[in-house]
């Protein structure tokens, strides 16, 4: 390979809460790491992968000019996201007045809601939900919806439409958050799902917010399909954010972008979104997206989706050989991990704190799955070098499954 996955880099004292947690973090409070053990952060959704070379050289030639002022975004921002949009999956039609930046995706989601709904309403998401939206919904007063999502008999998951139907009739929502892929399931939704899906939106008159911040970060071979283009009264009803974060490792830069073509409901977010006058762009943030939607920067994102395949791979393919007990699905998209362990926890008499803890101790930072609404599961992040994952699942087995 051209870049290096391989390398294990020291992020210790380089403000990342991956690995230096605030002491309340449950990652690290209530109990001691045993002796002879050390971190490995399989937590929280960044990566422990350097970036994209090109991304710190657009921000370090930036900063060698020394005024910083006001600005406005350069035209090569818009056609940087037009140009990636339209050969990565295949947009067309995108101009310049479809685009807006948010500060983060989650901000564009609290815009979009503001401009969609009123505090007090109902929202539709499907469960598993990822915590984000949990906690904008919350903090803006909005009630949660969950449709579960159902595993057919291969294992995977699926959307339940009558049960969408009957949840938007039953509670008079008008409004859902659609996340595409999924995050914590890893589901890269087909055509046909998402057609269905945009479908029973149509007939009961609901808004879309579709977060398709991991829409990069999908199996080689596999294909996203951005919820706008399987219809274009999908195309007018949805709101859509992306973010070159997730995918270049940039969450501490913020910058996230909507895509919006009703004139209309792009009026309204962008008016949401001014109210606070903290959605500003930030300037080497703008860079750093220049440096990442370029051939370079596909360069690496081509490398960086093959390591992250083998990862998920082996960590499945392991799990399968060693946890009896553990469920999963090998996810299509993200490179997060969700772990079933409710008949690992019935057959060995234990909870799912004490499993969690058991990992703890041995190192293995991992995260609390029922905080997305799956009663006795786990989310681990495979970002990492693949030494730091085979290290990490043989503690797991060694210490905490096996034990």
Same mark, same amino acid.
């Given at each position: 390979?051209?870049?290096?996955?391989?390398?294990?880099?020291?992020? #210790? /004292?380089?403000?990342?809460?991956?690995?230096?947690?605030?002491?309340?973090?449950?990652?690290?409070?209530?109990?001691?790491?045993?002796?002879?053990?050390?971190?490995?952060?399989?937590?929280?959704?960044?990566?422990?992968? !350097?970036?994209?070379?090109?991304?710190? +050289?657009?921000?370090?030639?930036?900063?060698?000019?020394?005024?910083? @002022?006001?600005?406005?975004?350069?035209?090569?921002?818009?056609?940087?996201?037009? %140009?990636? +949009?339209?050969?990565?999956?295949?947009?067309?039609?995108?101009?310049?007045?479809?685009?807006?930046?948010?500060?983060?995706?989650?901000?564009?989601?609290?815009?979009?809601?503001?401009?969609?709904?009123?505090?007090?309403?109902?929202? $539709?998401?499907?469960?598993?939900?990822?915590? /984000?939206?949990?906690?904008?919904?919350?903090?803006?007063?909005?009630? !949660?919806?969950?449709?579960?999502?159902?595993?057919?008999? +291969? /294992?995977?998951?699926?959307?339940?439409?009558?049960?969408?139907?009957?949840?938007?009739?039953?509670? #008079?929502?008008?409004?859902?958050?659609?996340?595409?892929?999924?995050?914590?399931?890893?589901?890269?939704?087909?055509?046909?799902?998402?057609? %269905?899906?945009?479908?029973?939106?149509?007939?009961?008159?609901?808004?879309?917010?579709?977060?398709?911040?991991?829409? *990069?970060?999908?199996?080689?071979?596999?294909?996203?399909?951005?919820?706008?283009?399987?219809?274009?009264? =999908?195309?007018?009803?949805?709101?859509?954010?992306?973010?070159?974060?997730?995918?270049?490792? $940039?969450? @501490?830069?913020?910058?996230?972008?909507?895509?919006?073509?009703?004139?209309?409901?792009?009026?309204?977010? %962008? %008016?949401?979104?001014? $109210?606070? #006058?903290?959605?500003?762009?930030?300037?080497?943030?703008?860079?750093?997206?220049?440096?990442?939607?370029?051939?370079?920067?596909?360069?690496?994102?081509?490398?960086?989706?093959?390591?992250?395949?083998?990862?998920?791979?082996?960590?499945?393919?392991?799990?399968?050989?060693?946890?009896?007990?553990?469920?999963?699905?090998?996810?299509?998209?993200?490179?997060?991990?969700?772990? *079933?362990?409710?008949?690992?926890?019935?057959? #060995?008499?234990?909870?799912?704190?004490?499993?969690?803890? !058991?990992?703890?101790?041995?190192?293995? *930072?991992? +995260?609390? @799955?029922?905080?997305?609404? $799956?009663?006795?599961?786990?989310?681990?992040?495979? =970002?990492?070098?693949?030494?730091?994952?085979?290290?990490?699942?043989?503690?797991?087995?060694?210490?905490?499954?096996?034990?």
């Amino acid at each position: 390979m051209k870049y290096d996955f391989t390398a294990v880099i020291d992020r #210790h /004292g380089m403000d990342s809460i991956a690995v230096d947690p605030p002491d309340n973090s449950p990652y690290r409070a209530g109990f001691t790491l045993r002796e002879g053990f050390d971190h490995i952060p399989m937590w929280v959704a960044d990566m422990n992968f !350097a970036t994209a070379p090109t991304i710190q +050289q657009a921000i370090l030639t930036r900063t060698q000019h020394p005024t910083f @002022g006001y600005f406005l975004p350069r035209e090569e921002y818009y056609d940087s996201i037009i %140009r990636w +949009q339209g050969k990565r999956n295949g947009v067309q039609g995108l101009k310049r007045e479809h685009i807006g930046y948010e500060n983060g995706v989650l901000g564009g989601v609290s815009s979009a809601l503001r401009a969609l709904c009123t505090p007090g309403d109902t929202v $539709l998401l499907h469960s598993p939900t990822y915590v /984000g939206f949990t906690h904008v919904l919350e903090n803006g007063g909005y009630h !949660a919806e969950h449709s579960p999502l159902v595993r057919d008999a +291969q /294992g995977v998951w699926r959307m339940d439409y009558e049960d969408m139907d009957r949840r938007l009739k039953d509670k #008079h929502i008008h409004t859902a958050i659609f996340c595409s892929p999924h995050n914590p399931c890893g589901r890269v939704w087909e055509r046909w799902e998402i057609e %269905r899906a945009m479908a029973v939106f149509a007939a009961n008159d609901v808004y879309v917010i579709s977060d398709e911040i991991w829409s *990069d970060l999908i199996r080689p071979g596999l294909q996203h399909v951005p919820t706008q283009s399987v219809g274009e009264d =999908a195309r007018m009803r949805t709101v859509a954010l992306y973010a070159p974060s997730k995918t270049f490792n $940039l969450a @501490g830069l913020i910058g996230s972008y909507h895509v919006i073509y009703n004139a209309r409901v792009r009026d309204r977010v %962008r %008016r949401e979104g001014s $109210l606070s #006058h903290y959605n500003s762009m930030n300037l080497l943030s703008m860079y750093a997206l220049l440096g990442a939607y370029c051939p370079e920067g596909e360069e690496w994102l081509e490398e960086l989706r093959t390591v992250i395949a083998g990862n998920v791979d082996f960590a499945v393919d392991y799990i399968r050989a060693h946890f009896d007990g553990v469920e999963l699905f090998r996810p299509e998209g993200t490179y997060m991990l969700f772990l *079933d362990c409710a008949r690992w926890c019935r057959t #060995h008499g234990k909870t799912l704190g004490e499993l969690l803890r !058991a990992g703890y101790e041995v190192g293995v *930072d991992w +995260q609390n @799955g029922e905080d997305f609404l $799956l009663p006795c599961s786990i989310r681990v992040n495979l =970002a990492l070098p693949r030494s730091r994952v085979e290290e990490a699942f043989d503690r797991l087995n060694r210490y905490v499954f096996n034990a």
